[in-house]
């Protein structure tokens, strides 16, 4: 359901205000894509599963963690066009509840009718997608494999088209787009935004928050993949520049509740009715907070905050939400 919402928060920019001065937040919501419940993963699969049907394939393979996001929304497009569903899902968040492996996302992806296969932590999930295809094979399927968060050169072009879109919104707003904070775990989302960012020639920084790799591991997958969306266009590889990678918020682990990812989810849901996640977009937001805070953004500039969806995996971590 395109084009997503593009809304102002202005009680959040007043919570964050201070003597009276705050930037102005806006929000990209494709938390509203419309699909599934919603999140970025829909507008990578109408790429993705539009070239599995050109090849014929009859059963889509992907891979994540047992919370993924994109893991739910593969399985639901899978149902929608008729196709079987494999999920190879790794058990890579320590220390989680009963609620982690049953509810959030699990729960919406056994309704969706997936075959689940679950990895131990560390198990190379790369053997078991290689072994899993040919096994298919060898049945007679026409498997299509769907890498982790979708994030190859075609589901990544999906957001070099969402930063088209959000161009668009911003003009018609009358808005200019300053910054763009955006979650990084895949890299998908971040390098199709920069990538729209270079084709409509706007002069805004992009702040990837890092879910899970560091600065220097993240920006390398992320400008690959910048890479990969130029050849499909072809344009010429030139130099990636841009890129910003912030990886203060990712604190013990990928799926590790943060102080600071809690206050910011709760911060967005009580003064704009908006959920973010855990995983991604919570600790995506507590790093504009970080930014605004630190007044490394100026109270004259304006932010677009990327959601990227997620709020199934709220149902995965009740434990952590007690006030």
């Not at 419940?37 to 050109?54: D, I, S, T």
């Not at 049953?102 to 932590?121: E, K, S, V, Y």
Request: glycine share 14%; hydrophobic share 45%; net charge negative.
């Amino acid at each position: 359901m395109l084009p997503t919402p593009f809304e102002e928060m202005p009680r959040l920019s007043q919570a964050l205000g201070r003597g009276g001065a705050a930037p102005s937040l806006f929000i990209k919501r494709d938390d509203c894509t419309g699909f599934a419940g919603g999140g970025n993963k829909a507008r990578k699969l109408e790429f993705l599963v539009a070239e599995a049907l050109q090849q014929g394939a009859d059963v889509l393979v992907t891979i994540g963690a047992l919370q993924s996001n994109h893991a739910r929304q593969t399985a639901a497009a899978a149902a929608r066009h008729g196709l079987g569903c494999v999920l190879l899902l790794t058990d890579s968040v320590a220390n989680r509840g009963e609620a982690y492996r049953t509810n959030g996302n699990q729960l919406l992806d056994r309704i969706f009718g997936a075959q689940i296969r679950f990895l131990a932590a560390g198990e190379d999930s790369t053997a078991a997608a290689a072994a899993t295809m040919a096994a298919l094979a060898a049945q007679g399927r026409k498997p299509y494999l769907i890498p982790v968060g979708g994030s190859n050169g075609l589901g990544s072009f999906a957001y070099r088209e969402a930063l088209l879109e959000l161009a668009a919104q911003a003009r018609e707003k009358g808005c200019s787009l300053d910054h763009i904070v955006v979650p990084t775990g895949s890299g998908g989302t971040h390098a199709g935004i920069l990538a729209g960012v270079a084709e409509a020639g706007l002069p805004c920084r992009v702040h990837g928050v890092s879910v899970s790799r560091s600065a220097e591991e993240a920006g390398a997958i992320v400008a690959g993949l910048v890479q990969e969306i130029f050849a499909l266009e072809g344009r010429e590889r030139g130099a990636v520049t841009g890129l910003e990678v912030d990886d203060s918020q990712i604190g013990s682990g990928y799926g590790q509740p943060t102080a600071a990812m809690i206050e910011a989810v709760e911060l967005v849901a009580r003064t704009e009715g908006i959920l973010l996640d855990p995983v991604y977009t919570g600790k995506a937001m507590a790093g504009l907070v970080a930014l605004v805070r630190s007044g490394a953004i100026a109270p004259t500039e304006t932010i677009v905050f990327w959601h990227t969806g997620g709020a199934p995996g709220l149902f995965a971590y009740p434990e952590v939400f007690q006030g």
